[in-house]
């Protein structure tokens, strides 16, 4: 029986660490409008986090050539998210640890990027920059130029090429090989 027990912890325990890796389960401290909760006044839906960019560019990071935003911090895309879709489905406590990028009025200026670029509506209201369709990200644990610590993340999180395309492998402590790999048997 007492072995029962200890699965069952362990599972617990397993299950609750792939979350805060995944940033769908952590709780970052909210931002400062809003409550505890994560909800500003009057807000029906969580508060999402996120910046904004008047440019991308490429950079050499780890030896990838990867797409960064002015300040040379890595931007992500979700593998979760699906190309052409309206809304991210990054929300939540998953938008305040992987906030969306973000563009003014006018989409941000391309430097060495081949990807097209485009936007959609962002929790915020704002403008999310997706490339070939797909929303990008900042990872809030990155510490700015040349930090890419959100590379596979959960094996969901990858950093992006110039070409729009998800880079996989290296990085992160739950980096998978590619989603087109097979498990063993």
């Keep these: 029986?007492?072995?029962?027990?200890r699965s069952l912890a362990l599972a617990a325990a397993l299950s609750s660490a792939l979350l805060?890796?995944?940033g769908c389960g952590s709780s970052?401290?909210?931002?400062?409008?809003?409550s505890a909760s994560?909800?500003?006044?009057?807000?029906?839906?969580?508060?999402?986090?996120?910046?904004?960019?008047?440019?991308?560019?490429t950079a050499t990071?780890?030896?990838r050539k990867i797409i960064v935003d002015a300040n040379g911090t890595p931007v992500y895309m979700y593998t979760l998210d699906n190309a052409g879709e309206s809304k991210s489905v990054c929300l939540g406590s998953c938008a305040l640890l992987w906030p969306a990028v973000e563009s003014g009025a006018q989409?941000?200026?391309?430097q060495g990027i081949t990807a097209k670029v485009g936007s959609m509506p962002a929790a915020?209201?704002?403008?999310?920059?997706?490339?070939?369709?797909?929303?990008?990200?900042?990872y809030a644990k990155?510490?700015?130029?040349?930090?890419?610590?959100g590379q596979g993340v959960a094996g969901v999180w990858y950093v992006v090429s110039p070409d729009g395309s998800l880079i996989y492998g290296g990085g992160g402590p739950s980096n998978t090989a590619s989603p087109t790999s097979s498990p063993s048997s």
Excluded: C, F, W
């Excluded at 807000?43 to 960019?53: D, G, Y």
């Excluded at 989409?107 to 391309?110: E, G, K, R, S, T």
């Excluded at 704002?126 to 929303?135: A, E, F, I």
């Design 142 to 149: 990155d510490s700015g130029a040349g930090s890419a610590t």
């Design 107 to 110: 989409p941000p200026q391309l």
């Design 124 to 138: 915020d209201g704002g403008k999310q920059v997706t490339l070939n369709g797909m929303p990008i990200y900042y």
């Design 20 to 22: 805060g890796l995944s």
């Design 1 to 5: 029986m007492k072995l029962k027990h």
């Design 38 to 57: 994560g909800y500003a006044a009057g807000n029906l839906e969580p508060q999402a986090s996120s910046r904004t960019t008047t440019s991308l560019k």
């Design 61 to 63: 990071v780890d030896g």
């Design 28 to 34: 970052p401290p909210p931002p400062s409008n809003a």
